[in-house]
C-alpha cells in the first residue's frame, strides 16, 4: 500500500467549505495543505490545494522521483475548486510539489503548497511534509498574563530585529545563527537592555535574502534557513520565557512572483488581480492580493490566526497598510482604477483589515496588532463599528519624518524648524501610536541614525541622546532598530553581522548605556507609559521656545503617581537658569541626563534643585536649571 491514492478521505466538511467560500474560514492551516494522517490504520499524508481553474492536479515528490503522473488528486464535486486526495507510506520531511495543469491558457507549473508549514532552503523551493503538533510549550505563565504586557496603559518598547544579520558566525563562514541560537543570545540582550518586545523583520519562507523576508512565499511557514518550525517554536517559547514579547512582521499587501509562489497559480490570477493596475506592484515589482476575493481574504486572515495560535506570537505588524489602501498607490495618472464614483479608497483592503482585525481580536483579545501606515486615512486604530481598520496601534511615520528632518538640521538653523519639533504633539492622540526608529531608516543611502546627526563626532553622539530620550518621554510605544541603540555608524546590511566591535569605543558604549537606562526609567516610571495613548498623560510647560531651541513638558500617571517633567535643549549652547514652571512647588531631582558622564556627556552628576514661589509659564511655582547644550532632561519631584 505504499504510496496509494486514496480519494474517500477528507479533512473539509461542507460547513468548512461555505465558510471558505464566504470568506470566513480563517483556520484554513487545519484543513489545506498537507496532513499527517491515518486511514484504515495506513499512516501518510491528505493533500488540499484550491486550484479551481486546474485540469489536473498532482503531487510530485522524493517519494516518486517527482514524477508528475503517478499521484493525483480529486477535484472535489462541489464548486470549491479544492482538490484532495491520500497518499499512504509518505514520510516525515519528504520534499513535495503541486503540478498544477491549467485548463486557461494550456499552463502547466510546478507549485509550492502555499499552506505548508516547511520548505527546503532557498533558493530550493519544494515544501516538506511536516508535523507541527509535537512540540512542548513552557510558557503558560506568560500567556496567562500576557493581556497586561501588551495594554495600552503598559510599556512597550520594541526592539526591531532581523534575524539574520544582528549576529552571525563570522568564524564560521559568516553564517546564520540557529533560531535557538538567536533565541538565547537574543532573549539575554533583551533584558540586560531593558525591552519588553521584539518584532522580528518576516519570517514567513522567501526566495531572495535581499528582499529581508518582505517578498513572501510560505504564508503559514517560518523560514528553513534558520531551522525547523518546532525550533521557530522554541525561538519564541525561550522569549517567553525571559518575559519578552513576540511581534511578527506580516505581509498581506504584495506577494513574491517567482513562478513556485502564489502568482497564477492555477493559470489564472487566483490570488491576485487579473488587471495589472490593480495586481502589480510598480515599485515592489511584486503581485497584489485580490481583496475583494472571498477565499483570498480568508487565505490571509487564516496566515494570521496561524501565527498567533500555532506559535504563540504576541502582535503581527502589517506591512505596507497604504499601498493596501489606496488604489493609486505608487501609481501615476492612467496607471490606476479608480472607483465608479472616481474615489481612490481600495474598498476590498478596507473589507479585509476590519474583518482581519475583527477576528483576530475576538480569538485573541490579549494581542498587539500594528499597521506601518504613513499617510492620514483616519481611524486606523479606530473601532470597526464606527467605521475604523481596529488596529490596536499606527506607526507614527509622520513622528519619524519630522523629527529626522530635525535633528538634521544644523543647530544654528532650527530655530527655522521648530514646528517639525513640535508638530507630532498636535495630533498624538488622534490615533494609538508607536514612534518608528526603523530599518528603512538605515538603508539605501539614507545612512545610519548617528550619521544623519550634524557636528563633529562629539555633537553626533549628544544629538542621537538626546533624539533617543525625546523618544521615551514622547506619548507613544516606541521602536528601534537593532545596532541604533550602540549607534551603529555603517548602514544596516543583511547580509553581515552588525558592528559589535564598535562597543569597544565608549561614546558608542555611552550610547547603548543611555538606551538601557532611558528603556528602564521607561519600565519603572508609570508617568511615561500609562498614558501612552490618552491626552491625560500630557502637558504643556513650553512649546514656542523656538530662539532657544527649547521644549518642555509634563508627562502624568494616575493621580497619585508622580509626573516626570521633561525638558529638551536642542541648541548647540548651554542655558543657564533657564526658568521652568513646575506643577508644585518642592524638590525637583534630575533623574535622567542624556549628557550624563556615563553615557559619554559631560554633565558628571544629577542635580537637584528647590523651586520658589515665582510664576513661569502659567504655573504658580518655578524653578531655574541649567541646560547642557544637545541634552534632555527628565525632573521628578522627591520632597
Known sequence: MKYEVFYDVSRLSEFDIYLFKEGKHFQLYKHLGSHKM???????????VWAPNAKSVSVQGDFNH?????????????????????ISGIEELSTYKYFVDSKHQHVSKDKSDPFAFYAEVAP????????????????????????KNNAHKAPI????????????????????????????????????????????MPVMEHPFDGSWGYQTTGYFAPTSRYGSPHEFMEFVDIMHAHDIGVILDWVPSHFVNDGHGLMNFDGTCLYEHA????GYHPEWKSAIFNYDRNEVRAFLISSAMFWLEMYHADGIRVDGVASMLYLDYAREEGEWVPNEDGSNINHGAVKFLQDLNTAVYKNFP???????????????TGLVDKGGLGFG?????????DILKYMKTDPLFRQHYHKDLTFSFVYMFNENYILPLSHDEVVHM??????????????????LRALYALMTAHPGKKLLFMGGEFAQFNEWHYEQSLDWHLLEYSAHQGVQNCVKTLNKLYKEEPSLHRNDVISEGFSWIEENDDHANVIAFVRKGARNQKPIIIVCNFADKEHVNYPLGVPTKGVYSEIFNSDFTGFGGASAKLSRVKSCAKEQHGRKNSIKITLPPLSVIYLKKTE
Open 38 to 48: 491515518q486511514r484504515e490504520g495506513v499512516a501518510g499524508v491528505y493533500f488540499a
Open 66 to 86: 517527482y514524477n508528475r503522473y503517478t499521484h493525483f488528486l480529486k477535484q472535489r464535486e462541489d464548486d470549491s475548486g479544492i482538490w484532495e486526495g491520500f
Open 124 to 147: 530550493s523551493s519544494a515544501s516538506k511534509i511536516y508535523a507541527l503538533e509535537g512540540y512542548a510549550w513552557h510558557d503558560a505563565k506568560w500567556m496567562k498574563n500576557r493581556m
Open 157 to 200: 518598547s520594541i526592539y526591531e530585529v532581523h534575524l539574520g544579520s544582528w549576529k552571525r558566525k563570522t568564524e564560521e563562514d559568516n553564517r546564520f545563527l540557529s533560531y535557538v541560537e538567536s533565541a538565547h543570545e537574543l532573549a539575554a540582550y533583551l533584558n540586560e537592555m531593558n525591552y519588553t518586545h521584539v518584532e522580528i
Open 275 to 278: 488587471d495589472s493596475r490593480r
Open 366 to 380: 490579549d494581542i498587539i496588532m500594528a499597521a506601518e501606515e504613513s499617510t492620514n486615512y483616519s481611524m486606523v
Open 393 to 401: 496601534y499606527k506607526w507614527n511615520m509622520g513622528w519619524m519624518h
Open 446 to 463: 539614507k545612512g545610519s541614525l548617528i550619521n544623519k546627526m550634524p557636528g563633529d563626532n562629539y555633537r553626533k553622539f549628544a544629538n
